[in-house]
């Protein structure tokens, strides 16, 4: 059990902090702005190929960090214990 939470663990730092920085460039508009990390992306007229790759990686590095945590910390122990139980009963 100690191994999956610290590879969810991992996920959820290393995910979470690439997004920040991410959603830093972004994301925030000034940074007398209420609305920092939370405001909505916008790319100007002269977005290169990079800012587009930038807000892909965002977006992909939110859903990994999230789903990867979970099933981490939730799916994989949950199967675990309930294969532990079908063996039992056989």
């Given at each position: ?64 960090t999230i789903i990867g945590a979970l099933a981490f910390w939730v799916i994989i122990p949950v199967i675990r214990q309930t ?8």
């Amino acid at each position: 059990m100690a191994d999956e939470f610290i590879k969810g663990l991992g996920i959820f730092t290393a995910g979470g902090l690439g997004w920040m920085v991410l959603a830093g460039w972004y994301r925030t508009e000034s940074f007398e702005s209420s609305q920092q990390l939370v405001a909505p992306v916008s790319l100007s007229d002269s977005a290169t190929m990079f800012d587009t790759m930038g807000v892909l990686l965002m977006d992909t590095l939110f859903w990994f960090t999230i789903i990867g945590a979970l099933a981490f910390w939730v799916i994989i122990p949950v199967i675990r214990q309930t294969r532990e139980v079908i063996e039992d009963g056989r």
